[in-house]
């Protein structure tokens, strides 16, 4: 299914309220009576408002519950994106857009420009997604909880809970995309001059790069928060054309909905895993694994010519700041009820890659071969000695192939009710 935004157009100020009105009413309604969309949207006759109804459902903006006990509609994922893109259109922060150049398990990533021609990102979260071509309607998170699977509430409480969180980095001097406006499950940021660090084979500076990274790490944990998610597929190389000066580190750093503080529970299992993800690619792909050198001196940094090969939670993490605290991340305090249903679904998107029928020990004084072995499910013998990751390429393929099919709008690409993009052969 492709974002067709070529309707918009067409539609009126009361097809909007309309559709305003079965969003506010999706609040306290899985579905939504006609009689109480009418009330909401304040049309002054019921024939208009079952007129942009009909309409709105032509459009699959809204949709019909067969076999309800009345009369009623739920909004689509089609109905909430032109709702989204209205309110950005509105505050001139999107004014046109472009082809699909990304596709995520919990996101879709497409390519946009304000009024003054300026290319941004703009990110759709998907909150619920399974996977790609595979449909799951069990998700173990959230199975007890009262939203259920509203997985548009879910939506919209990580879109504002990243466009928080990279407003707040952005404006301490972190190495993180510009936002520049939030709307629902919509965000829209810098678009990156450069591509996934997965794909890094070479780089003229390796061990520099290991450094800063290593060293973003920890300056983040510094003022209070963890990635979490701090691996090759969530950091941009920027092109040698996109880096300024020489103070520019040559990457970027993005994906920030599941972001914890230190005084979570499990904060140093987190930290610690984002360093052994960094550590590992090396290794793997660039074949660099340096090693700690006692009588080395300068701490400033990580790797070759440095004291400390890789940062350790309870040695380096000293706070500077409380970031966490002004985000409410999780782990820092109570939450309110929205931030709960949130929190559980964001802690299976934490742990939906790392999953492994071993248990993770965590035991600072692990030797090196033990550590290898927990990430066996990340790189086979096989992925080391062609130098790729299969699993990584086999499914960056069915992006592609997604992408492809999302630009076209062939078909046979159809979305199922969680937002899963299932491609039919």
Same mark, same amino acid.
């Given at each position: ?16 309220? +309309? ?23 304040? $049309?002054? =006759? ?34 909430? &994106? ?14 046109? +857009? ?68 990279? =407003? ?8 993180? %995309? ?10 829209? $940021? ?6 996934? $660090? ?77 360093? !052994? ?12 694994? %340096? ?20 940062? &350790? ?7 500077? &700041? ?23 679904? +964001? ?17 600072? !004084? ?7 072995? !927990? ?7 096989? &992925? ?42």
């Amino acid at each position: 299914m492709k974002l067709d935004t070529s309707h918009m157009r067409y539609l009126t100020a009361d097809d909007f309220k +309309v559709l305003q009105a079965v969003e506010q009413g999706s609040r306290n309604h899985e579905i939504v009576p006609t009689q109480l969309i009418h009330q909401i949207s304040k $049309m002054r =006759s019921i024939s208009g408002t079952n007129r942009s109804i009909s309409d709105l459902a032509k459009l699959k903006l809204i949709s019909k519950v067969r076999n309800a006990k009345y009369d009623g509609y739920r909004l689509t994922y089609n109905g909430i &994106d032109y709702l989204a893109l209205r309110t950005l259109l509105n505050q001139e922060v999107v004014y046109s +857009v472009g082809n699909t150049i990304g596709v995520g398990k919990e996101s879709d990533i497409y390519q946009v420009s304000d009024r003054n021609g300026t290319a941004k990102v703009m990110k759709i979260h998907r909150l619920g997604r399974t996977s790609f071509h595979t449909v799951k309607n069990n998700r173990d998170y959230l199975r007890n909880s009262r939203q259920g699977t509203n997985w548009m509430h879910l939506s919209k409480l990580a879109a504002s809970k990243e466009f928080e969180f990279m =407003s707040m980095l952005y404006a301490k001097g972190f190495i993180v %995309p510009q936002a520049y406006g939030c709307s629902r499950h919509v965000v829209v $940021m810098d678009l990156i001059d450069g591509y996934p $660090m997965r794909r890094l084979r070479e780089h003229k500076n390796i061990p520099k790069l290991y450094s800063d990274l290593m060293t973003f790490i920890v300056k983040l944990a510094n003022s209070g928060l963890i990635h979490c998610d701090f691996n090759e597929f969530n950091i941009m190389i920027k092109n040698d054309e996109a880096v300024t000066d020489e103070k520019d580190c040559g990457f970027v750093v993005i994906d920030f909905p599941q972001c914890i503080s230190i005084q979570h529970k499990d904060a140093e299992f987190y930290f610690k895993r984002d360093v !052994d993800c960094i550590r590992r690619f090396f290794k793997k792909k660039l074949k660099y694994d %340096p090693q700690p050198e006692a009588g080395m001196l300068d701490t400033d940094g990580f790797g070759e010519g440095y004291k400390y090969a890789y940062p &350790d939670f309870n040695r380096d993490v000293k706070r500077t &700041d409380n970031l966490d605290e002004l985000m409410q991340a999780s782990g820092y305090s109570k939450k309110h009820p929205g931030d709960r249903y949130l929190e559980e679904a +964001v802690e299976s998107m934490r742990n939906a890659e790392y999953n492994s029928d071993d248990d993770i020990d965590v035991a600072e !004084d692990r030797s090196e071969e033990e550590s290898d072995s !927990d990430y066996d499910y990340y790189y086979t013998e096989e &992925d080391e000695e062609s130098g790729e990751d299969s699993d990584g390429d086999s499914e960056e393929e069915e992006n592609e192939r997604i992408i492809e099919a999302l630009s076209s709008g062939v078909g046979n690409l159809k979305m199922d009710k969680l937002g899963n993009y299932i491609l039919e052969d």
